[in-house]
């Protein structure tokens, strides 16, 4: 049951990690690149605001509420 906990701890830091630079990938459109029709500037904030935070924000509780209790059971 340890390794189950372990397996997702990894994957969700390396989530956090890969949204983060999605993140910042989206914050440089913003100030480089010019809207287009389907993708403007609004939309990639829309995009920040609502998917990548959100996805970090609930990635982020999950390592704090389990952060060194990979070996516990749950009761």
């Not at 809207?35 to 990635?59: N, P, S, V």
């Amino acid at each position: 049951m340890g390794t189950d906990r372990k397996h997702m701890k990894k994957v969700r830091e390396k989530r956090v990690s890969s949204v983060q630079k999605q993140v910042d990938k989206h914050k440089e459109k913003i100030k480089n690149e010019k809207g287009r029709l389907d993708t403007t500037k609004d939309y990639w904030r829309k995009e920040i605001d609502e998917k990548f935070l959100k996805q970090i924000e609930k990635d982020k509780e999950y390592l704090e509420e389990n952060d060194g209790n990979s070996d516990k059971e749950i009761a």
